[in-house]
Every structure is written in structure tokens, then in C-alpha cells.
């Protein structure tokens, strides 16, 4: 049986893209769904296409999911598509999460942390029933409901302020000599990374490879095992230093996720025992990333030292498979043709069975 590639070409390309708007589009007879429904109302995903796709734009987000059919891989692809294009004409200042305006802050170590626990708003505390009556044709009212707060207005102590009067958590100062960050959008991955490129890898990493990780941390493949120190949801301002004013000026705000785990470390020579931690940001509301990504980077740390024993622990094993764009690609590559891999596959098992077949009419002549 001779095999032969099938031959579609530009016309088929042309159809298959009609096709997939039709199927995009669905039943002609609802309403197609709109971009602003998306952003308000599908907001964790869009939130975590601007996380991954490495682009802060709640609108472009919102487009991206509803081009993509709700395939948030893809739609995170479609946002690192775009953001290649957009012109760089600056760094803004670093972000000060500790003046958040914070809409929900908790520590699942510390009971009654400065500032307070502030629930904000979190699944944690549902049934995870249905609640059919969202099927309900128009709005739903919750009967009872409170009025949302708002954002905290004032600055809530961090987790490094709570313990700064024992020194019991590592310290984290900030270096006014230190170089510029690296830059994993213009830069390569290289190996052994530093703390800043591994946090990056990680924000832009995919959420279900970076969850599975943490809990395989969790479950004994590595030595990560910590408590929740604090979570932190909210806005924080974002600052700029133009050229021609040479002082910085507040440009907008962004929502951000912040999470930092804290884990037991029995000290050294030259250091006390102490709590260390891992860290997290994320954009938007990304709990489970943030603190996936958390529990990762205090993995990673571990391997930093010389310590690594897990697959979490392993930088280049994590870094290099947490990209879910660089990943999808990979795999999805191969539904492309491989026509000339498939002859080459071919020709060489035809030649291995001729060579078996051979190989055993010999055997088979030798024992009679």
C-alpha cells in the first residue's frame, strides 16, 4: 500500500478558517456574546490571559478569549502574539504592594494579623453547589446581599513588617547597586538562573503546571511544605520617570495578586533559624497561581543551594515546561505535516522487518 499526502492547499486553509468563525459564533439565534460581558463577567479568565500573556489590558484580554472560544492557552498565545508588537519606550518604577489598595487581604498563619483578615471576594467559603437560578433568563438578585466595601484606603502592614521586630523572617532588602532585572521577553533562558528570571518564568508559567508542581511539594516530592503568610488582592499604583520631567509620575494602577508562603528553616553558622519564604504576584485575581508560583520559587530555592531532589526542585525541569505557549506549540506542532518524518519512520521499519524476517528464516533453517 503506497501512502501519499493528501493535497488541500490555500482553498481548504480558507474554508477551514470559515468553519471555525461559524463554530466561534454558535447558534445564530442567541446573542453573541460581547467583549465587555467577558471582562466583567468572566473576569478570572481574562484575568489570567493578561497574567500569562504577559500583558496588562483587561479590553485585549477579553477580545482574546472570546477569538479564542474560551481555549485560554490559546488566548494567552494570542496576547504574547500581540504584545510583541507594541513599542517599549520605558520601565516603569517598581510596583509598592505595600501601599496596596487592598480589597482582600488574608493570613492563614496569622489569626488576627495586623490591619485584620479581610474576606474580599473568594470562593473559599461555598458550597460548590449549582445555583441554577444564574440559568435564569435576566439578573439574579442575591437577597440579603451587604454593600461591597471599599478598598482598604490606608497601607496594611505586610507579613515582613509583623515579624521585623524579631527578625524572625529572612530579610529581603532591597540593594540600591543591584543590576537591572532580567529581561526573559528580550533575553534567553540561561542556566543557573537568578532569582528575578525564575520569578518571571514562573508569573508567565502555566497555572495547571505550576498547581500540580506545588502539590507534588506538598505531598513529599520535595521539602516545601509551608503556611499561607498572606494574600493580598487589590490596586497599587504604577509610577514612571519620563526623560524630559527626571521625576517620577503616577501613570494608572493595576490589580494584583500578591502571595507569600513561609516555611521553617533551622539556621546555619551564620544564620538563626527563621522562617524563609516564596513569593507570588500575579496580575489581576489569581489566587491559586499566586500561590502556586509561591510554593514553586521557595522549591526553587532549595535547588539554588544545592538541594534539589524533586521534580520541583529541578530548575531547568521547571523553567523550561512551565511556558504553557512554548508547550501547546510543542505538542500541537505535530498535528502539522510530518509527511517526510512519516517516509523516513517508514522506510526504516520496513528495513528492520526485512532484517527480522531475515534473521529468522536463518535461525529457523539452523535449528532443522
Keep these: 500500500m503506497a501512502y501519499v499526502a493528501v493535497k488541500g492547499g490555500e482553498r481548504a486553509i480558507t474554508n477551514a478558517h470559515r468553519w471555525l468563525a461559524e463554530d466561534r459564533r454558535g447558534d445564530v439565534a442567541i446573542p453573541e456574546i460581547e467583549t465587555d460581558q467577558i471582562r466583567e463577567q468572566l ?18 484580554a477579553a477580545l482574546a478569549v472570546k477569538q479564542a472560544r474560551g481555549d485560554l492557552p490559546e488566548a494567552i498565545f494570542l496576547m504574547r502574539a500581540y504584545r510583541t508588537t507594541l513599542p517599549r519606550f520605558g520601565a516603569s518604577l517598581p510596583v509598592e504592594t505595600g501601599q496596596m489598595a487592598v480589597r482582600r487581604r488574608i493570613s492563614a498563619a496569622f489569626k488576627d494579623i495586623p490591619g485584620g483578615q479581610v474576606l474580599g471576594p473568594t470562593f473559599d467559603y461555598t458550597h460548590r ?3 441554577f437560578t444564574l440559568a435564569a433568563n435576566g439578573e439574579t438578585p442575591v437577597e440579603g446581599a451587604l454593600e461591597a466595601e471599599e478598598p482598604q484606603a490606608y497601607p496594611m502592614a505586610t507579613i515582613a513588617s509583623v515579624f521585623a521586630h524579631e527578625d524572625l523572617l529572612e530579610p529581603d532588602a532591597r ?17 543557573p538562573a537568578g532569582r528575578d528570571q525564575r520569578l518571571q518564568a514562573l508569573a508567565r508559567g502555566d497555572e495547571g503546571f505550576l498547581l500540580s508542581l506545588a502539590y507534588s511539594s506538598q505531598r513529599g516530592w520535595g521539602s516545601t511544605h509551608p503556611l499561607c503568610a498572606e494574600i493580598r488582592l487589590g490596586e497599587v499604583a504604577v509610577e514612571f520617570v519620563p526623560d524630559e520631567l527626571g521625576f517620577a509620575i503616577e501613570i494608572g494602577d493595576l490589580t494584583l495578586t500578591e502571595c507569600q508562603m513561609i516555611s521553617t528553616y533551622g539556621g546555619g553558622i551564620e544564620t538563626a533559624p527563621q522562617f524563609t519564604r516564596g513569593y507570588g504576584l500575579t496580575f489581576g485575581h489569581c489566587e491559586r497561581k499566586a500561590m502556586s508560583m509561591a510554593i514553586v520559587d521557595r522549591a526553587l ?20 515546561h512551565s ?14 505535516p510530518h509527511y517526510v518524518d512519516f517516509q523516513a519512520d517508514l522506510q526504516l521499519i520496513r528495513r528492520q ?8 528464516a536463518a535461525m529457523k533453517e539452523a535449528a532443522e
Design 301 to 320: 530555592r532549595d535547588a539554588a543551594a544545592g538541594e534539589a531532589s524533586a521534580p520541583c526542585q529541578d530548575e531547568e525541569f521547571v523553567l523550561y
Design 43 to 60: 473576569s478570572l479568565s481574562v484575568d489570567r490571559v493578561m497574567s500569562e500573556g504577559s500583558c496588562y489590558d483587561r479590553d485585549l
Design 175 to 191: 540593594t540600591q547597586d543591584a543590576p537591572a532585572p532580567f529581561d526573559l521577553t528580550r533575553e534567553p533562558m540561561a542556566f
Design 323 to 336: 511556558d504553557n505557549v512554548e508547550a501547546s506549540g510543542f505538542v500541537q506542532h505535530l498535528k502539522l
Design 353 to 360: 522487518r526485512r532484517d527480522y524476517a531475515e534473521r529468522a
Design 129 to 131: 453547589l449549582l445555583d
